[in-house]
């Protein structure tokens, strides 16, 4: 991630385009260029995207789940989560504007990388519950977080965050611990089958 000197507006930032390729959030104004993601990284948000997908349509609820759409999180901050899941309504009457939420979505998951690990686990999460996003999700499978999120010895984890009474509760799930979700309660995966997807 390499952080611009260029301030902008949310507004300014949903037209940005600097002619190239590039990926930004928007944090307090600044634009944060993001790094491609690794392989394993895509493969696990493929994986959930398949698994949220399955559970929807069992649940036969109108969500979408989106990868590399943004999620507005303040009157000048946007992040680009791996996943989100969002009420199909959120996007209606917008389908040629940027792909941002402005709505919380219902749940989000960001795969740490080692680049990622300090914005993931303590400045996202306090924009994410500020938001009023009820679920966030942490997968991180080498791992990364320090020992005072993940637990010591560290191994992989995935992080659940549920909003309640708007503030976040976090559970930690490793190895063949079942992840527990309020939004998908059904979800029948352990850490180690999202962890190791695609290895």
């Not at 507005?72 to 209606?92: F, K, Y």
């Not at 998951?109 to 990622?116: D, M, N, R």
């Not at 992080?159 to 976040?168: F, H, I, T």
Request: hydrophobic letters at 35%; a negative charge.
């Amino acid at each position: 991630m390499t952080q611009t000197k260029q301030r902008l507006t949310f507004e300014e930032y949903l037209t940005y385009d600097d002619g190239t390729d590039a990926r930004y959030e928007l944090v307090n104004g600044e634009l944060v260029a993001m790094n491609p993601p690794t392989w394993l990284h895509f493969l696990i948000a493929k994986f959930l995207e398949r698994a949220f997908d399955d559970e929807i349509a069992k649940l036969q609820h109108p969500w979408l789940v989106l990868q590399g759409a943004g999620q507005q999180t303040t009157n000048d901050g946007s992040r680009l989560p791996d996943i989100s899941v969002a009420l199909s309504e959120s996007i209606e009457g917008c389908l040629d504007q940027s792909a941002v939420l402005t709505i919380a979505a219902l749940l989000v998951v960001e795969i740490v990388s080692e680049s990622t690990a300090t914005q993931d686990y303590r400045e996202k999460v306090k924009e994410y519950e500020a938001k009023g996003i009820r679920e966030y999700w942490i997968a991180d499978p080498d791992p990364f977080g320090a020992s005072k999120y993940i637990g010591s010895p560290k191994r992989p984890t995935v992080s659940v965050y549920s909003l309640v009474d708007g503030a976040y509760q976090v559970q930690r799930f490793q190895g063949s611990d079942r992840v527990l979700s309020r939004t998908f309660p059904g979800l029948q995966l352990t850490a180690e089958q999202i962890l190791r997807a695609g290895r």
